[in-house]
């Protein structure tokens, strides 16, 4: 402001300057007064005032310099002290301004000998540095005045400013000394006329002077133009025009000797570059001194030509010139060498405005290469404006430019920082946003810059440029021109080879820069086809020569071994890209072919080749079957439902979303770029190798970032990579490809496909086109671009998320080989031959990275958008749609475009077999399996529902799948060398062929692929057997392949040799011993199987040898299997092989010894192994009878060898705990032999043929279980397991010298009963052990069990009900209640007790029902008016009895007694008497029965005789028909005990005497007197029959009988307190299953559906899963089902009838889909809730595809049984169980079975699984171990431990009547206690009580009772003695308890009672 205001403001300044100006002129004052007011003038005139004073006053001012300058050299030459180079400095400044500002003046000649004479002497090389660089930029400044008037004198000089360069070597102008004369100087200046004005003698000299001095040249050149004030402010940009031109024919041609002028861009030589050497380059190297200044004009022109201008608004040019950033010059700074860097920092940028002679003397300083420079002033044009405009002026100019950087991408990498230069300027023109050069405009554009001259200035100036070349007015070159040129140049650096490690290391970093490059020229701006050509040929000559056929031993030290991994890269992204964008020719395709298939030594090219075929593949699946394989429709579902399940919330589609970054993005760093400015055209998105760090809509860009939430893929999921819009292509049908044919398909014959369709799916394989609603539209994506410079090597990084444009294309004809099989393939005949050669390709690409939402850094990403088209342009005719490889115009991917170049890169590497390195072979084959996995995924997903609402169609079109068969079928022709790719080759074949093939596979391959499945099964290699049964396995029989029975022998043979090794971890044997187990049961469906011998001879196998030679490897494997899971699958296969046997009744040869297996590996190690031993015996217990049949003594054995077991594996010492698995292992076992002791006869069982019996064992081992060991419990186990254990065809089996040893080193005491004294102290802990251990439990429960239901199970009830389901609550008639409720206790007729702390009884009393037809349970008895109910609660379950007193037959009413005797006696008249007294001689005379009586017939008075025993008979009839009954099983009951040990025979003999004697002397007495009337007792009459009031008095009765009331059972029955929390307890027990239950779903799945809704819509099912279902178990009808239901309602909502099937331990119900209702959604909602709930899911499938899991959706279904309907009649078994289940049997994944056996199996496979599920949960107990729990909760919390008084009175009327009143028994009156007074009280009382006068103890009343009132005093002394009775009576209670708690194990002690002493 203030320097805007000082223009008004006049001052004494404005005098003093004109004073001044005016004694400049004064000629009266002296020169050097003059020189100052000069000065004076200058520092206060603007420069357009200053020009015109001079202008005005030249003569004066030229004088007054002249004048000073003679002065100053004068004192120069005496003296050079700091003030007289001041005043050089000050005069040469007035020097400078008359050159400045009088250019008109001094252009025409003006003082010409006088300022050449002052040069001269400034140039004259004696002077110092700083006063010659001055005098050289006042010399360029004076030159470019004179231009064309400069004598000839000048422009020599103007040739030798610089020493030692070009005719400046000897500056013979400049320098005149002779060699003679080293002081004198000669030539135009004559020695002593011109010397140098400053000398600086010692001066230090830089190190290259002729740098230096060119540097400044450089400068000056440019920095001096715009300081000239010329009148005509254009002159500026003439000036440096001569300039220019003086340098470029001179200087140029002295820096580049081999520079051709020839050489033009706008006719560009596109010459391949060749190889070269460092030899070569050094025949033609300049000297050093020459190499730096090329150096610095290579950085000088860079600084021109990288230049980036940003208009404003208003089109003004902003002052900020940056001619390079830091960024952009050499962004890696660590690639730079030392000697790069110390040029740089001497180097001097052009630019400065340093227009003083004390500023410029600041530039050596100040210089900085990586500086920035503002130009303040503003001025029209700027130097850089000036210099590029003439540069980009003439075409002569733009062909130097190139040709310069030409040149410079020749250097030796000596000059590296020179290349970079270059590099750089390259990659700005092409990575900006805006062109910046006319030469990149293409000729069509009229948008010329305002930068350009038109054609009347460039006429104005056209005899300084190009001689009037009008032609030259046209400098537009086109972009596509100079990427040609730029891409050719650029190839230079490649070909050159590196000598030296430091070499080597720039010539890399300089070959990335290049490659980036070429990338973004590639992916970021549209070529036309011979700039795509070009951009091909080039590569190839890269790679070529880069890459050497063989590798180098040291890769790291040759170019092609540091850049083999980005070189391939670059050319396999460039050429996929160049395909979708023009039309490739087959020419290029086979050098393509040729070269890579040349350089397959390198691993690098095989890693590339892999990537780039996963990603096509990736395309081609989206393009062609509308998949995208980072999220295909069964991983999205399996994801969604893992999602639920951890209750996320998330958006699926989140995981998807990636930037719209693609192609590498490891190919550049973070930078901005535009977006192009027009929408018409978008840019395919590049492969990007590494992640962005930035994402921008780029600097300037107009056009916004598209809405991503408008952008979705082909799944629905937002897609940002694309936005869907309609295609006008709704007629295409899809790409077809015949499966047999291996080449290209015609592109014509595809175009016509397109249009027709095709309905023959025979003959469609590989392509699907998206629907027409689905075709994009192309649309412009922005990508950021990666410097490859930017890491440490090049960086491989991909992005792996696809994305995809649909279209609609077809591709052209390639001659790269493709896979196709050339024997066993036939090509159709209707096919055009494709040009390719005929050799098939087999490629494997290894997914490197997972189908994960995270993009894989290693992903090479191939952006699926389609360019470059307008979608107007596509209308609806296909023909119009055509892509450019058919022909057409359509850019990008589309289906046929996608298929094409697939097949086309699978055969870029020629034939695999041909590559030398095994390894890398191998590496291709590991690839092609890969691959081959990617495409069964695909085959997979195809025809998936979305919504599982519906089925959909099947695909019209598939995947390849038999592609690489030719291939494969050569590789295994190789030598023994590749044995890697040939194992590799194998598998992938079993992969390819053992799969259901969705068309019908040619009987040539097949039967190639049978040939090679013998060749290499029956060879000697073990390990092609090993790949050949680990990928063929058990699947190969179960598939519709013909013939497959040829290879069993194969198989079998192969197994056999897995088996015998030795090798555990290298070799299948899970897998052998499947397929061993899946032809388990072909012998029995297959009578004779037809198979191949090795020499390839057909023949039959006999059913039993082939079941011989199967079962005997299962024995084998079985018995010695060192792997602990293919043993358990051995272990089941026998299993199933003794179900097959034993269900068909073909009892084999190896059926004992198979059982005996399973015994011995009870005791295996392995417990996994020893459980599945134990399912599979419980699983044949169902066979018993059968058993029996064929091997009677087996059942009984197998009962046996698992007791011993069992016995085994209990620790022999009580403080050794088993482990979990181990007590998991036992339980199961004791399970096991309950099964077989209920399905076995009591016969067998009791039979005692060797030993005890059997039962005798199996409770001798349960007492074991519960006690522990004893002596003969130990021996006994011993005997019985040490034949198998011990034998030496077992391995792994548990030591028996281990247990023997350790039993043996125990106490005796320790083994069998411990001492009275330990008991006591464990006696507790035991038993909280036994409450808790699950083993004691089982045992205890089992006990019980075969007690309660040894042959009386199933009851007459059935299966369903093996517990009492009647209440204490029912049939009451006072009570009515449904339910325990706390009315039941002011019952008086209900009593509860706890017996032995282990059971729970109630006592009701109940009326009598004698009114039922028949009598009712009494049978018309005559009874009492009530009976006693007994209902038990113990560990197995509820029983209930019903105790009634019979008082005689029917026809004794109530009362007939009284009345009988009253008639006797003659009271009564008119009666029928009751015979009950009959007189002797009227008894009639009775036959004598002479038959004894049999053991099974029933003693009655008919059978009697005068000789029988009936008891006798009596205890033999109840021994034989009720052996349990027994005492000692096997000996009867009625058998004479033995003679006492004390009495032998004589004393016996005489005993019987005596008694004979007796019996006589009694009949004589009776016979002598029976006559006697005196001898009769007198007839008394009975006392009258009265009711019982006490509504207990029967279950009273009952309790005395049984004994509870003893004094012995005093401590083993108590009371139960009766509370809520009891009846809550009771209601729990009630409520819980006593035996396992089982639920499981079974599915049935008809063809074609493979949704929830068909699937759960089916009303019916086929008759072979009716079958099926009906094996299961039996039908029973839900409404009166009494069993465990499972859900199930009995209401018919969830249907009528369900499969039901139970075993005295087991329940199972089955949801059957096809047994409940259906018909509308609620329906299926209700089916859904019961067979999702399920754990285990049994499907049965007759679709043709594999049921998955997620069909029917639920969180539970751990595992699934699938059961698959073969051709054959087979069924085919799958287990698909989640990865935390264990293994469990009998049936396993790969299993095939036959009809009889599958719902057997199938129910034991379900029940397996269902247990090692719920064992697998946390906090899991089984139904008795929850039972035992709830038991124990009784015990602990509502036992009521009273003493016996209050115990008594409960039993005697467990609630009072109303009413009623109990007086207390006599107490001493010092004992007044209120009758609820406790025990403790009453304790207190009685203590004090002793210091009383009176000594009188009494039981104290209980509290249920009332007080009574007090008696009188004379009562006292008989109050005393019974109060001493009662205290004797109450000790011997305490006594009595005491010393039998001792003997009874309680949880704890009853309470005691008051001490009364």
């Known amino acids: 402001m203030s320097s805007a205001l000082a223009k008004f403001r006049k001052s004494n300044k404005d005098g003093d300057i004109k004073k001044a100006a005016q004694k400049v002129t004064d000629l009266k004052k002296d020169s050097l007064t003059r020189l100052k007011h000069l000065r004076t003038v200058l520092d206060n005139y603007e420069t357009s005032d200053a020009k015109k004073f001079f202008e005005d006053n030249y003569s004066h001012i030229y004088y007054i310099f002249f004048d000073n300058f003679v002065t100053v050299e004068s004192d120069l030459k005496q003296r050079a002290n700091k003030s007289h180079r001041e005043e050089l400095d000050n005069i040469l400044h007035i020097f400078e301004k008359i050159l400045l500002l009088l250019p008109e003046l001094i252009h025409k000649r003006w003082m010409f000998q006088c300022i050449n004479r002052i040069m001269m002497k400034l140039l004259h090389p004696g002077n110092g540095l700083k006063l010659r660089r001055d005098g050289m930029r006042l010399f360029l400044i004076w030159y470019q005045i004179l231009q064309d008037n400069a004598s000839e004198d000048c422009h020599k000089i103007f040739l030798q400013l610089v020493p030692q360069l070009g005719d400046g070597e000897n500056q013979d102008l400049l320098n005149g000394r002779m060699a003679t004369t080293p002081d004198t100087y000669g030539g135009i200046i004559s020695a002593g006329e011109i010397t140098p004005i400053l000398p600086i003698p010692g001066e230090k000299q830089p190190e290259n002077i002729t740098k230096f001095f060119f540097d400044a040249l450089l400068q000056f050149i440019v920095s001096e133009v715009i300081k000239i004030e010329w009148l005509n402010k254009d002159m500026r940009e003439v000036c440096f025009v001569f300039l220019f031109n003086k340098f470029k024919h001179s200087y140029l041609k002295w820096l580049l000797p081999d520079f051709d002028k020839t050489r033009t861009i706008y006719d560009p030589v596109l010459d391949l570059p060749q190889l070269r050497t460092t030899s070569d380059i050094l025949l033609s190297e300049p000297p050093e001194h020459i190499s730096d200044c090329r150096d610095s004009f290579i950085r000088w022109l860079t600084n021109f030509t990288v230049f980036s201008t940003n208009k404003k608004p208003d089109g003004d040019p902003l002052k900020g010139i940056s001619p390079m950033s830091e960024g952009d010059e050499d962004s890696s700074k660590s690639g730079m060498s030392s000697n790069d860097s110390k040029d740089e920092l001497t180097d001097q940028t052009p630019g400065s405005n340093a227009s003083t002679l004390s500023a410029s003397s600041q530039i050596m300083e100040k210089d900085s290469p990586n500086c920035s420079f503002s130009h303040e002033e503003h001025h029209s044009t700027s130097e850089y404006e000036i210099v590029r405009s003439v540069m980009y002026s003439t075409r002569e100019n733009i062909n130097i430019v190139h040709e310069i950087f030409r040149q410079a991408l020749l250097f030796n990498f000596n000059q590296a920082g020179a290349i970079r230069r270059v590099i750089t300027v390259y990659k700005e023109w092409f990575q900006e946003s805006a062109p910046n050069a006319s030469l990149q405009m293409s000729r069509d554009s009229g948008d010329l810059k305002s930068w350009l001259r038109n054609a009347s200035y460039l006429g104005a100036i056209q005899d300084l440029a190009d001689g009037g070349d009008l032609s030259q007015c046209d400098v537009r070159a086109g972009q596509q021109k100079l990427i040609q040129i730029c891409v050719t140049n650029l190839a230079n650096v490649f070909l050159l080879k590196a000598d030296g490690e430091a070499a080597l290391t720039e010539q890399v970093d300089i070959c990335k820069r290049v490659l980036n490059i070429y990338r973004h020229m590639v992916t970021k701006i549209n070529l036309d086809q011979k700039t795509w050509e070009q951009i091909l040929r080039v590569l190839l000559c890269i790679t070529s020569g880069v890459q050497s056929p063989q590798p180098p031993d040291n890769r790291q030290r040759c170019l092609g071994g540091q850049l083999a991994l980005p070189i391939f890269q670059t050319l396999i992204v460039t050429w996929i890209w160049a395909n979708l964008k023009v039309y490739v020719s087959v020419e290029l395709w086979d050098q393509f072919l040729h070269v890579l298939s040349s350089l397959t030594s390198w691993p690098e090219l095989i890693k590339e080749w892999a990537k780039t075929m996963n990603t096509i593949t990736k395309t081609l699946a989206r393009q062609v079957y509308n998949l995208d394989l980072t999220d295909l429709p069964l991983e999205r579902l399996s994801e969604q439902k893992e999602k639920r399940r951890r209750g996320k919330s998330q958006d699926t589609t989140q995981k998807y979303k990636q930037d719209d970054h693609s192609f590498s993005r490891a190919w550049s760093k973070s930078e901005s770029v535009d977006r192009p400015a027009t929408g018409s055209q978008s840019q395919p998105i590049a492969f990007e190798r590494s992640q962005s760090k930035y994402k921008s809509d780029g600097a300037g860009g107009s056009k916004s970032r598209p809405d991503l939430s408008k952008q979705r893929s082909l799944s629905g999921t937002p897609s940002p990579s694309h936005s869907r819009s309609a295609s006008a292509s709704s007629d295409l049908a899809g790409l077809v490809r015949s499966n047999s044919e291996g080449n290209l398909a015609d592109p014509a014959q595809l175009a016509e496909r397109l249009k027709q369709g095709s309905s023959n799916r025979d003959d469609q394989e590989v392509a699907s086109l998206a629907s027409p609603a689905e075709t994009p539209c192309s649309e412009t994506s922005l990508h950021d671009v990666v410097d490859i410079s930017t890491a440490s090597s090049f960086s491989s990084d991909r992005s792996e998320n696809d994305r995809s444009d649909a279209g609609t294309v077809v591709n052209r004809r390639s001659r790269s080989p493709s896979p196709s099989s050339s024997s066993a393939h036939y090509r159709a005949s209707t096919r055009t031959p494709s040009p390719t050669p005929s050799s098939e390709l087999g490629v494997d690409i290894t997914c490197q990275h997972k189908d994960s939402p995270t993009p894989d850094r290693d992903s090479l990403h191939i952006e699926m958008v389609a360019s470059n088209v307008d979608q107007s342009k596509v209308g609806g005719s296909l023909e119009e749609a055509r892509s450019v490889m058919a022909g057409g115009s359509y850019q990008g991917w ?172 290298q070799t299948p044997r899970l897998e052998a011993i499947t397929i061993l187990g899946s032809l388990v049961c072909y012998p029995n469906h297959y009578k004779d199987t037809p198979a191949l011998h090795v020499d390839m001879e057909r023949s039959t196998i006999k059913t039993d040898v082939f079941k011989d030679h199967v079962v005997n490897l299962l024995l084998k494997a079985g018995k010695r299997e060192p792997a602990g899971l293919a043993r358990c699958i051995a272990v089941s296969s026998l299993g199933i092989f003794l179900y097959e046997e034993i269900t068909h009744g073909t009892l084999h040869t190896k059926f004992v010894e198979a059982v005996n297996v399973l015994l011995a590996t009870l005791g295996c190690k392995e417990r996994c192994v020893a459980k599945t031993s134990s399912d599979m015996l419980t699983l044949l217990c169902d066979h018993v009878d059968k058993f029996l049949d064929f091997h009677p003594d087996l059942p009984i054995r197998i009962v046996n060898v698992i007791c011993a077991t069992i ?431 089982h639920k499981f779903a079974v599915i049935y799945v008809a063809e074609g559906q493979e949704d929830k809704n068909s699937i759960l819509s089916n009303p019916g099912s086929s008759s072979s899963f009716e079958h099926f279902v009906a094996g299961l178990g039996w039908e029973v009808d839900l409404e009166i089902h009494k069993g465990f239901l499972g859900g199930l309602r009995q209401n018919k909502s969830t249907g009528d009838t369900a499969p039901y099937y139970a075993t005295s331990t087991c329940e199972i119900i089955y949801h059957v889909s096809t047994r409940m209702p259906v018909g509308n959604e609620e329906s299926i909602h209700n089916k859904m809730k019961h067979l999702g709930n399920d754990e285990v899911h049994i499907v049965w499938s007759e679709h043709t595809r594999d049921y998955r899991r997620g069909i029917i959706p639920t969180e539970f279904a751990d595992v699934l049984i699938i059961i698959y309907p073969l051709n054959s009649g087979l069924y085919r078994i799958h287990i698909d169980r989640k990865p935390e289940v264990p293994l469990f049997g009998p049936l396993f994944n790969g299993a095939i079975v036959d009809y009889k056996v599958l719902p057997g199996l199938v129910r034991a496979t379900a029940v397996n699984a269902s247990r090692v599920i719920r064992a697998d949960k946390q906090f899991y107990h089984t139904y008795f171990e929850e039972r035992a729990l709830c038991l124990d909760s009784v015990m602990q919390n509502h036992v009521d431990k009273t003493i016996f008084e209050n115990f008594a009175a409960d039993v005697f009327a467990p609630v009072l009547p109303p009413n009623s009143t109990i007086v207390e028994s006599p107490s001493d009156s010092s004992l007044n206690l209120p009758s609820s007074s406790s025990q403790t009280e009453i304790a207190a009382n009685n203590n004090n009580s002793k210091t009383s006068s009176v000594d009188t103890q009494v039981s104290p009343t209980p509290s249920r009772q009332s007080r009574g009132a007090s008696e009188s005093s004379d009562k006292s002394s008989s109050q005393h003695g019974e109060s001493t009775f009662m205290r004797t009576a109450r000790r011997l209670s305490m006594k009595n308890r005491k010393s039998s708690a001792s003997r009874v194990s309680h949880v704890s002690s009853p309470p005691s009672s008051p001490k009364f002493s």
């Not at 077999?913 to 890969?930: G, Q, R, T, Y």
């Not at 609402?949 to 295994?972: A, G, K, V």
């Not at 005379?1485 to 003693?1499: H, I």
């Open 894 to 1065: 589309l289906p046929d475009v996608s298929v094409i170049l697939w097949r086309r890169m699978l055969g870029a590497l020629g034939d695999v077999n041909k590559i030398e390195d095994p390894a890398i072979h191998a590496s291709v084959f590991e690839h092609l399996c890969d691959l081959q996995e990617t495409l069964i995924r695909m085959r997979e997903n195809l025809g998936v529902t979305l919504d599982n609402q519906s089925s959909p169609s099947p695909p019209e079109f598939i995947p390849p799948q038999t592609i690489f068969s030719s291939w494969l079928f050569e590789c295994l022709t190789l030598s023994y060398r590749y044995k890697k790719g040939k194992l590799l080759a194998y598998q992938l074949l079993c992969q390819m062929m053992v799969r259901e093939p969705d068309v019908p596979l040619q009987p040539d391959l097949l039967a190639k692929f049978y040939q090679v499945l013998h060749q290499g099964l029956t060879s000697q290699d073990q390990d092609v057997k090993n790949v050949l049964v680990k990928y063929g396995s058990a699947r190969i029989f179960s598939t519709s392949l013909p013939g497959t029975s040829l290879l069993i022998l194969d198989f079998i043979s192969a197994c056999e040799s897995i088996i015998n090794s030795v090798d555990i971890k």
């Open 1207 to 1637: 016995c085994m594996l209990i620790p022999t010492n009580g403080s050794q705990s088993l482990m979990v698995e181990e007590k998991k292992l036992i339980v199961s076992m004791i399970h096991c032999v309950v099964e077989w002791c209920l399905k076995i006869p009591i016969n067998s069982l009791l039979e005692t043929k060797y030993d005890k019996g059997c039962l005798h064992n199996v409770f001798e081992m349960m007492n074991v279980a519960l006690s522990g060991h004893t002596v003969s419990s130990l021996e006994t186990s011993y005997r019985c397991v040490a034949e198998l254990w011990q034998d030496s065809e077992y391995e792994n089996l548990r030591n028996l010298s281990n247990i023997t040893r350790m039993s043996s080193s125990d106490s005796t005491s320790s083994i069998s009963s411990n001492s009275e004294k330990n008991k006591r102290t464990t006696k507790d802990t035991n038993d909280r052990k036994l409450n808790t251990d699950p083993v004691k439990l089982a045992a205890r429960l089992m006990i019980n069990h075969l007690i309660n239901y040894l042959c009386h199970f199933p009851m007459g009830i059935g299966a369903s009900r093996l517990s009492s389901s009647v209440s204490e609550c029912q049939d009451m008639s006072d009570l009515v209640m449904e339910d325990l409720k706390p009315e039941l206790f002011t019952a008086p007729n209900v009593q509860f007790f706890v017996l032995n702390q282990r059971t729970l009884v109630s006592f009701i009393e109940l009326p009598a029902l004698t009114d039922l037809p028949a009598g009712g349970v009494t049978a018309g008895l005559t009874t009492a008016h009530t009976v006693c109910r007994v209902v038990m609660r113990d560990l197995t379950g509820k029983y209930c009895w019903e105790s009634s007193v019979l008082y005689g037959p029917p026809w004794c009413p109530k009362g007939s007694y009284f009345e009988n005797a009253k008639t006797l006696h003659g009271l009564s008249k008119g009666v029928d008497l009751e015979p009950l007294i009959v007189k002797e001689d009227i008894e009639p005379t009775r036959a004598v029965v002479t038959r004894r009586r049999t053991a099974s017939e029933l003693p009655c008075f008919d059978n009697k005789d005068e000789q029988s025993d009936n008891l006798f008979d009596l205890l033999g009839y109840v021994g034989s028909t009720s052996p349990e009954c027994l005492l000692i099983p096997g000996v009867p009951l009625n058998i004479e005990g033995p003679i006492p040990e004390d009495l032998n025979e004589s004393a016996e003999t005489m005993m019987k005497d005596m008694v004979l004697c007796q019996k006589n002397a009694e009949l004589e007495y009776f016979n002598k007197h029976k006559n006697d009337a005196s001898m009769l007792a007198k007839p008394q009459m009975p006392a009258e029959i009265q009711d019982p009031i006490s509504p207990f008095q029967m279950c009273r009765m009952l309790v005395d009988q049984l004994g509870f009331l003893s004094w012995e059972k005093r401590c083993h029955f108590d009371l139960l307190k009766k509370s809520d929390k009891l009846l809550r307890e009771l209601k729990n027990m009630d409520a819980q299953k006593c035996r396992e239950t």
